[in-house]
């Protein structure tokens, strides 16, 4: 009892501002409901989000209620159409789950609230030197205008009852379904996964990668993108379907593994595959694996708008997520296997304790499995790919 | 005095009609329009100018997708008038048909989102179907490379779609058939050597069509720019038209709101189109059909073109219970792999927790339909009774005024609706979602209603007129008894209906109203079919629950009234 009141009296020596503040903020947002818009397709992320809200309204009277989104834009539509009609305050979005391109747009159409991610206790655990991965959101720096909550990394999945030796690389992969036609496909390339996927398939392609990280020019596309266009020519007629229709995103296509339509699928999470198993999902012999040269990885954030009914709501909200109790409950592959933001250094033992005791699984990539982590293009790269790739592949 | 009255009255209703229901379709479209030729301030768009069409047509796939809707909602709606007339012609007559309209009930009430859901199941290469004939008949150890669903010429949408508007139009075609003499005109037309067959099309049709011609009108407009359906079976690179502009209005590219807008007025004049082009079909048609009905050519050659449009019918019933079946499987299920044709292991875990979402989805759902139910079958009510007092018929506009929410495409106007109802402060709630769904549901409530009110005995109303009854206790004491059973019915489809909204709800709601439906289309997005089933199930079993009910309570409400229990309205 004295050693907390010790602590928070050295807290508030430290730093006497934000601690004022924040209190102000937790007494503002008690009692409050913050309309988290979230994709909805993840019944473990839902889950997830009702054990946060219960867990909430029991320590701060903060609830949050889901609106399930398909997609993530329809909630910057959704914040565009209030703007339109004059709704400057007690808008009907309060936090987004967000990242990329919904986010610079957002952005700079100046639809955020913030910057906001300073004034978070938590915040202390992240890294947030200058350009470190908390910082940067696909290149595009995030200033304290959303929030870190989990971590993004593309995998490959497959049945290891139908493939005995995945193919590790895109070249690789191409060798493969020419070997098996019909057996691989990706999500529709209007969808974030398959966007991801063609960028994967760029870094690996392209003659100088480092071109990725600035924004996009005609040249710099040309060259980058040749060897791409070439591989997805020979690739194409080889997908399921002959590459004519796509999978809605990458959970249908994880139904397609399911269903023995297609033998290898994607993730951008790595637990993802564990948990489907668990859940029945997935057969028990599916298994997840990274890339020779390394993945893309990103993380995902939480943006308040400017509008925002509940704003302190929803900074309670994103504080508990960066709570290293919470993190640690996110990275447990039977509740929601996504892997922690915080910056590990910055943990005290117990924090980290709580991490290494966290159940494991055959079909969770070990951290060599999946190699290092490749830093996403720049926004506009992703934006371009999408348009040409439409120009070339839509009759 | 009673003609005065019924003018404040039908003054009354058609001012609720114009300012609840037409007004806000109107500044919908307004809205729309607006922001397709350049004005959208909100996203600092504000001169005019035709960029967001040329914009539009450099889209990729534009072109594909204008074909794509046309074809699919042309050829689904021929094909279901040519299959219900076939079957009804065959069925006519048979003393079962009574019951024929009860056994359409699920097929009826099963929002088009379900029903999708199911087919896609059904008939996918790793589907239901796929799993009963594998590996033993199909020597298929894993699933065949084919394309049965979402496929580029749009087959299996215009398959659902089908297996939806089939039921639809022989549930009108078998009402219109009531006010038509075809027993006498079918034994006339036989007399003079006629084949059953022939008769029908010659004598009957003809007769019929023009009171099913709105009914079919509303079948080719919503087939023309059907979303939810679209999505789950239609093809996705590029999908139909509907299924594009939904998706250009939620990219992240902000600035795609404008050639969206501008491809929403587009989507109305494909539906304005496709239903020219089905007039002028209708012309010539009528022509070719005058001349060879003047030859008199007594063939007896429909006979197997009857046989073959009852037998594809049932087919489609068929597929479309299995569909429903199919998902009632998934709901209980833990791994069902391929090529197996039953789950392996089964669960009942999803339907032991409503927590997890699906209970509080049913009641909003519930709450929602009953609502606008009511709303809908008082307005219904009010406008009948308002006809009846003036003695007047309907004219022709007023009846165009009704089906106008049902002929042009949600899409045209519930983008510009929601920045009307945000200005008017009125999103978000279960308000506005209760008033945009009204506008789709009080449409389909006069069609079930209008013609067992105009049926009424007139005799009852006088004689108790004469026994000195005024026209309040006229209403409540005579007409709305007997008319019990088609009221009843009626609610049943209006609840249906709200029940199956989709974009409206969407849009209307923020988001924030989950229905049953919205949850099922978003969950069909995700991996996990025991759950979609859980909610397409719900979502089946809620309407035809009213539909249930509307069956029975009339027969026991008139349990002692022999003259009224016998389906006698």
Known sequence: MRLAVLAAAILAAASPVMATNWNDTLAAAKGQTVYWNAWGGDERTNSFIAWASDALSARYGVTIQQVKLTDTAEAVTRVIAEKAAGVTENGSVDMIWINGANFLSMKQQGLLFGPFVADLPNARYLDLASGSAATVDFTVPVEGYESPWRLAKFVMTYDSARVSEPPRSMRALLKWAQQHPGRFTHPAVSNFMGATFLKQALIELAPDASVLQSPVTDEAFAAATGPLWQWYDALRPNLWHSGETFPENASIQEQMLNDGEIDIAMSFDPASTAAAIEKGLLPGTARAYGLEGGTIGNISFVAIPFNAAHKEGAMVVANFLLDPATQARAQDITVLGSYSVLDQDKLGPQERAEFAALPTSPALPTNEELGVTLVEPHPSWMTRLTDVWAQRYTK | MTGAEGRWLRFFVLLLVTGGLVLPILTGLWETGRAAFGILPAIGAETWSLAPWQRLFTLPGI?????????????????????????????????????????????????????????????????????????????????????????????????????????????????????????????????????????????????????????????????????????????????????????????????????????????????????????????????????????????????????????????????????????????????????????????????????????????????????????????????????????????????????????????????????????????????????????????????????????????????????????????????????????????????????????????MGAGRVATLTTEAVTLSSGSDRRVTGVYAVLQAVLPLGTYVAALFLPAFVHRNRRGLSGGAA
């Not at chain 2, 099963?110 to 859901?117: C, M, N, Q, W």
């Not at chain 2, 899409?411 to 308000?431: C, E, H």
């Open chain 2, 63 to 507: 072109g594909s997708s204008l074909k794509l809707s046309l074809w699919t909602g042309l050829a689904s709606t021929l094909l279901a008038l040519l299959l219900a007339t076939g079957f009804c012609a065959a069925i006519h007559g048979w003393s079962g048909q009574r019951h024929v309209s009860r056994i359409l009930g699920p097929l009826l009430a099963a929002p088009h989102a379900a029903l999708a859901i199911g087919i896609a199941f059904l008939i996918a290469p790793s589907g239901w179907i796929a799993r009963m004939i594998s590996p033993w008949a199909t020597g298929w150890n894993l699933p065949p490379n084919i394309a049965t669903v979402n496929d580029q010429m749009g087959l299996a949408l215009v398959l659902g779609l089908l297996v939806k508007e089939v039921p639809f139009l022989l549930l009108v075609m078998l009402g219109a058939l009531g006010q038509i003499p075809v027993n006498a005109q079918l034994a006339a037309g036989r007399a003079l050597g006629y084949g059953r067959g022939v008769v029908w099309i010659k004598v009957i049709l003809p007769q019929v069509y023009p009171l099913i011609r709105l009914p079919v009108f509303v079948v080719l407009s919503f087939a023309l720019s059907v979303v939810d359906m679209a999505i789950i079976l239609g093809p996705s690179n590029p999908p139909v038209l509907s299924v594009a502009v939904t998706r250009w209005y939620f990219a992240a590219d902000t600035s795609l709101i404008l050639p969206a807008s501008a491809a929403a007025l587009a989507q109305a004049f494909v539906v304005a189109f496709g239903i020219l082009l089905w007039i002028c079909a209708e012309q010539v048609a009528a022509r070719a059909g005058r001349w060879w009905i003047r030859r008199g050519g007594r063939g007896y050659s429909a006979g197997p073109g009857l046989i073959l449009a009852s037998g594809a019918t049932l087919i489609l019933m068929g597929l479309g219970a299995s569909a429903l079946i199919d998902l009632a499987i998934w709901s209980v299920t833990w791994r069902w792999s391929f090529p197996s044709a039953l789950p392996e292991g089964w669960s009942s875990g999803i339907w032991a927790r409503p927590g997890s979402g699906w209970g509080s989805a049913f009641i909003q759902t519930t709450v929602i339909g009953l609502t606008t139910t009511a709303i809908a079958v008082l307005l219904a009510i009010a406008w009948l009774e308002g006809e009846d007092r003036a003695g007047m018929q309907r004219a022709r506009w007023a009846e165009v005024l009704i089906y106008l929410p049902l002929l042009v495409p949600q899409i045209a106007f519930l983008y510009g609706l929601n920045v009307v109802f945000l200005r008017a402060g009125l999103t978000g709630g279960l308000g506005a979602v209760i008033w945009a769904q009204a506008l789709f549901v009080f449409p389909y409530v006069m069609i079930a209603l209008s013609d067992p009110w105009r049926a009424l005995d007139r005799r009852l109303v006088c004689a108790s007129a004469a026994l000195g009854a005024g026209p309040m206790r006229r209403l409540v004491a005579v007409k709305l008894p007997i008319l019990l059973r088609p009221l009843l019915t009626a609610a049943a489809i209006g609840f249906a209906v709200s029940v199956a909204q989709y974009l409206p709800t969407l849009f």
